[in-house]
């Protein structure tokens, strides 16, 4: 009996061996479940990123220079054909009272070197007269000339209030000087950026005359009051544009103020115009005149923000729940040990600091 016990005990082992070996592998199925859960943060992490890595708005093409506007040619002989109020004001001052009045004085001027030359040389002349004074001549020549400079001051005067009388602006932008390039920072839209020259090949590659092709230009939209604010952060530079009719120096610890209204977009280039060290003529200015909606499009192209709008901020990963000391997950237990917190968390200023 014992034996046919024993032989029954034996054949039962041998026979729930391949039950248990084909039972073995059953939890692999309930460990694959974490990794498939663990997966699906990671893929939101992904998603996360790559929302804040998303670029941002595409900058609208820049626009091509237009010859003979904004820019100085071999064929002229006069000033830059203006594209802003003050400009336009300037100009007609420059053509019709002071070209006007310097050819005239010129002609007399000449009329009277001749009229000495001929008259008074020492064959027409033999004996000279001995008169010395002439009251009407000294009258004549004391009082014209006040009377001219009155007649000159009026539009001149009138003309220097509008320019430094600026009307409210709608845009403003720091002009920086360094050596060797401009540096433009937009305070109420979150943007700025260094400006350096082309070189001649690249300026050529782009359509643009040497020495006046920047890498960034400085834009700004069509009908627009904008205040320009210069300063420099090394030696004194000077920031003019001729088409604009600005030049405004910029000098270390100083701001300055300009501005001008651009009513005609395009492209419009000026220079250092104050002596600033060995490559002063290889740091020039190039200002892009766009519509409005263009103008919001570079806006966005460069992560600022239009003027009332709110900073865009990227999105970030979802944050986790909080949990608390004493309280556990699915994953992590809560301790055993864990105190309530009773004292106050000190305070500092290292997040509002960089």
Known sequence: MKILLKLFAIAAAFGMAPVAALAAPAPAPAAAAPATASSAPAASERAANSNMAAPAAAAPAPAAPVHGIGQPTEEDYGLQQPVSPIGERG????NWI?????????????????IVIVRFRRGANPVPTRN?????????????PVLILVGIAVPSIDLLHAQYDPPRADLTVKATGNQWYWSY????????????????DQARARGEPRQLAVDNRMVVPVGAVVKVITT????IHSFGVPAFWIKMDAVPGRLNETWFEATRPGVYYGVCYELCGARHGYMPIAVEVVS??????????????MPGARPATPAGPPAAPAVAATEGTASTPAPSNAVAATGTPATTNQGATR
């Open 91 to 94: 100009l007609w001052f420059h």
């Open 232 to 235: 420099s952060t090394d030696v």
């Open 185 to 200: 920072e937009y305070p109420d839209l979150g943007i700025n950026f260094d400006s350096n020259i082309l070189t001649d």
């Open 292 to 305: 409005r909606e263009a103008f919001a499009q570079w806006v966005a192209s460069r992560g600022g923000h």
């Open 132 to 144: 010395t004074h002439n009251t009407f001549l000294e009258i004549i020549w004391t009082a014209v």
């Open 98 to 114: 002071l070209m006007p009045l310097i050819t005239i004085i010129s002609l007399f001027v000449l009329a009277l070197l001749l």
